[in-house]
Structure formats: C-alpha cells, structure tokens
C-alpha cells in the first residue's frame, strides 16, 4: 500500500497528466510548470520509477495520448533534475520499455487483451523513436531503432489480422523515418519487411479489409512515403506535383454501390450525392418544416468531416482554376 503522502502526489501527476489528454495544444504553454512541479515531488528514485510507470500507463492505455507521452518523455529526460549516472528518468524508462519489449514472442500470439496491449506499446515506442532526442546527438536513439525492428519482426511472424494492423499502423507513422536511418546505417530492412507485407497481402487467409490497408502501405512506400522527389529536397504534396496524393483518402459509395474516392473526376458531384442523400448535415431547418438530421449536440465522423473540408477545399481550388 502506498504511503498517503506518495499516494496523493501520484493522483496529482494522473491529473496532469488527464489534464495534457484532454488539452494537447496546452503542452509548450504548460510543460515547463508541470515539470517544476514534478521536480518537487520527485526527490528519489522511489518516486521517479513510479512517474515513469504513470507516463508509461497513460501512454499506452490512452491511444491518443501516445504522442503528447512521447513529447513529455523527451522534455522530462532532460529537465528533470534528479538523475545519477545509471539511474535518470530516460534510463529507467527505456528499461520498462525492454521489459515489454522482452515479452513480445508471447504477446503476438497471446489472447485479443494482450495483443492489444502489446500493440499500443508498440505504436508508444514508435512515438518515442521520433521524439524522444538523444542528448548531445543529432540522430535518434540506435537501441529504439533496433527495437522496432524486432517488434516489426515479431508481429509478422503471427500474421493476424491485429498484428498486422499494428505494423501498418506502425510503418505509417514512423517508415520513412526508419527508412532512411536504416539506409543511413547500410540495412536493407526495410525492403524486407516490405517484401513479407506483400506476401501477406497475397495469402488468401488475409481479410479483405487488411488487403486494402497493406495495399495501401505499399503503395505509400513505392511513392517514396508521399514525399516529392527525394528525402533531401522532399517538397510538400499537392494534387497536382503528386500522383500519390489522394491514396490515402476514405473510399465511398453511390448510390449504385459504385467506389470512388477524391481522385475521381467526378467526385465533387458524387460526394454532394451522398451529402443530399444521407443528409450527413443539418442542412434542412424547421422553416422547411423537416427536422434537423442530427441532435445539436450530435458530432460529424472525423473521417467525414476530414473527406468534407477536403472536399471543399478541392471544389475551391477547381473554382479558382
């Protein structure tokens, strides 16, 4: 049982540590006070190891607060104050990180709880790969470098759909990145794992929605990870210096059951087809004696509302030409 005086300090960091999820535009504004809080609760390697484990926690059972963890540990590991020569916040966290990292042969083939787990500290590695700096160095820490070459490996080697997912998720966040400090340290890695995703593309046993996803992956990859030209003089994609630009857009459906996405000619007059028939907005007001199609308080699909900002944008763009 913890002492209540520890017991209260660990609610406080929970708090701002809630406080960061419900609010990451808040991070540059408040990190530097938070970490001065944390400097006056964290006086002994007692306490440091359990901040550690609440970071840890928070950034793997809170998908969307991988990121904001990944960007909290790189501040901590160099301003926090207490540290020894072995044991600083950096150390001890990348020791947690191994100790997942260890159990991996049996969590790729665990029960649907465990993968899960295990598939959320992979995606928090992969944030901590691109974040976390190595102090007095330009480049990124070789050990995570090589850890995510093994966890890709591992969850290959168990083929299920969950893993899978995983890797894809996983590539699309940090591949050109690792492509390019793979190449950097002469390894062809990453045409490896490329050439097992699309093996597994190609088995039968492969669902059809994770066909789509690793299609998807590795045409990303074949564009050079959506950057024009490359890595040196990468330009920012638009749709028209980019073939590849529209790849990674939401799939819809007319009427008929036919497909198509922003890539389609035709897909402003498609898309407002499915606007007028859904009635995805509150277009229509009690003056028109119909009832808005969604409760006030009601919100937009995220991938809705992206494709439909989108898509205005694009209908400008083709105004303007």
């Given amino acids: 049982v913890l002492p209540e005086f520890f017991r ?32 006056e609760w964290v006086t002994t390697e007692e306490t ?32 926090l104050a207490i540290s020894s020569s072995s044991r600083n916040f950096r150390h001890l966290l ?20 465990t993968q899960k787990n295990f598939h959320s500290f992979v995606l928090f590695l992969g ?7 190595v102090k007095g160095q330009t480049g990124r820490a070789t050990v995570l470098l090589l850890g995510l070459k093994d966890l890709i490996d591992a969850l290959l080697s168990n083929p299920v759909d969950g893993n899978i997912i995983c890797a894809v998720k996983l590539l699309k ?24 995703l699309r093996n597994i593309q190609l088995d039968a046993s492969c669902s059809r929605d994770v066909k789509a996803m690793l299609l998807n992956l590795l045409e990303l990859k074949s564009s050079g990870w959506g950057r024009v030209g490359n890595s040196a003089s990468a330009i920012e994609a638009t749709p028209d210096n980019d073939p590849n630009y529209f ?14 996405t922003a890539a ?58």
Avoid at 52 to 71: C, D, K
Avoid at 127 to 133: K, T, V
Avoid at 247 to 260: I, K, L, R, S, W
């Fill in 173 to 196: 966040l940090t591949g050109s990145v690792l492509d390019d400090d793979w190449k950097q340290s002469g390894k062809t890695y990453m045409d490896d794992v490329m050439s097992r």
């Fill in 127 to 133: 944030e901590l790969y691109l974040n976390l700096e």
């Fill in 48 to 79: 440091l190891q359990e901040l550690v484990e609440l970071i840890y926690t928070q950034s793997t059972s809170i998908p969307n607060f991988a990121y904001t963890g990944a960007r909290l540990c790189n501040y901590l590991s160099q301003h």
């Fill in 247 to 260: 790849m990674n857009e939401p799939t819809f459906y007319t009427a008929d059951g036919v497909p198509f």
């Fill in 94 to 113: 990348l020791q947690r990180c191994h100790t997942e990292y260890e159990r991996r042969a049996e969590a790729v083939k665990g029960d649907e709880a």
């Fill in 264 to 321: 389609d000619p035709e897909y402003s007059e498609k898309y407002q087809e499915i606007v007028d028939r859904e009635c995805y907005y509150p277009d229509f007001s009690e003056e028109n004696g119909t009832e808005d199609c969604y409760d006030e308080d009601d919100g937009m699909d995220p991938e809705i509302e992206e494709a439909y900002e989108k898509f205005c944008l694009e209908s400008e763009r083709k105004r303007r030409q």
């Fill in 8 to 39: 209260q300090q660990s609610e406080l960091v929970q708090d701002m540590l809630s406080h960061l999820n419900a609010s990451p535009g808040s991070f540059e504004l408040e990190v530097e006070s938070i970490t001065a809080t944390l400097n």
